[in-house]
């Protein structure tokens, strides 16, 4: 074999058959955590009904906190917004309804390649957002 | 609108796949979601208050203003009175050109100097007894002559603000007028 095809061979190799190297794609749908630990720390229920408002005071939130919102629909209940502060952090925030008392809030954010799945950085958000809404940031089951 | 949007998209993803300038720091800093002490005085900073219950007609001002500062609106949503805007700017400064010249004559050395920026704006009203809570805030993307990120920041300058605020003011003013 000549030293070109070797270096042909090895680079086939890493690229096939080693299982590190599964093709990037299967990022597309890998989460780290399970889906329902990661609904429980990004989702608080709060005791009001009204969306718009919920939406408002998200977007007053993620300003207090030096983000510059991307875009908002106050129709499915998104915000979306990125903080840039030597580093790339992007959130989404959804609102809907849970039964008819209570609105439920679901945040996850990106840091760079990665997605945030530490508890921490989501308590503070909401207990950023509860002070704001006035009202108390509820665990959900 | 559909293709300010993409392109919006675009430039966010572009940002997130560079890692930013912490592409080795995996992990997202301790206080990225805190509040923090002078969060009180960023946020009086970056509000100004205006004495109307007309939240269509600031909002038309602040796309005003903005515009005036050559801005282009990325996205708006006027039920939750949000603009959303960006600008590309040259980045380059005199002085970096005139480093890059110095340690290319001295030190035979090619240093990489601020070539273009994009500005972002994030205006959201607020509506309040009386009065409509207006708050902006700017953030910046800087990239160099090799393509590369070199700053990730928010704008927090004072004085931005206040000259934002007196261009809006004026604004303002001319849309009540219809001028």
């Known amino acids: 074999m000549t030293r070109s095809g070797a270096g042909v061979g090895l680079y086939c190799l890493c690229v096939c058959a080693v299982p590190a190297c599964q093709s990037s794609k299967a990022e597309l749908l890998k989460a780290d955590a399970s889906a329902v630990k990661l609904r429980s720390i990004q989702t608080r229920a709060f005791d009001t009904t009204d969306k718009t408002a919920t939406l408002r005071t998200a977007m007053a939130t993620l300003q207090d906190l030096g983000f510059v919102i991307d875009s908002a629909d106050d129709v499915i209940g998104t915000v979306s917004a990125t903080k840039l502060d030597r580093y790339a952090l992007r959130m989404t925030v959804t609102v809907r309804p849970r039964g008819t008392t209570q609105l439920l809030v679901r945040a996850n954010a990106q840091f760079g390649l990665r997605a945030v799945e530490d508890p921490q950085p989501y308590q503070q958000f909401f207990d950023a957002l509860g002070k704001a809404m006035f009202l108390a940031a509820q665990e959900v089951d | 609108m559909f293709r300010r949007s993409i392109a919006s998209k675009v430039w966010i993803g572009g940002l997130l796949a560079t890692g ?145 605020f007196e261009k809006l003011s004026q604004a303002v003013f001319l849309e009540a007028h219809q001028i």
């Open chain 2, 20 to 164: 930013g300038l912490c592409g080795c720091a995996p992990h997202i800093p301790p206080d990225a979601l805190a509040m923090r002490a002078q969060s009180l005085e960023w946020r009086q900073r970056s509000t100004r208050r205006f004495f109307t219950t007309d939240e269509k007609q600031i909002l038309a001002a602040s796309a005003g203003s903005l515009q005036d500062l050559g801005f282009t609106i990325d996205n708006t949503r006027s039920e939750l009175g949000l603009i959303v805007a960006s600008k590309d700017r040259t980045a380059v400064e005199g002085g970096q050109v005139a480093g890059k010249v110095v340690m290319a004559i001295v030190f035979r050395a090619d240093v990489p100097i601020d070539r273009n920026q994009k500005f972002r704006a994030s205006v959201v009203t607020h509506p309040s007894g009386n009065e409509i809570a207006v708050r902006v805030t700017f953030q910046r993307i800087v990239w160099n002559d090799r393509n590369e990120v070199s700053k990730l920041e928010l704008l927090d300058d004072p004085k931005m603000y206040q000259e934002f």
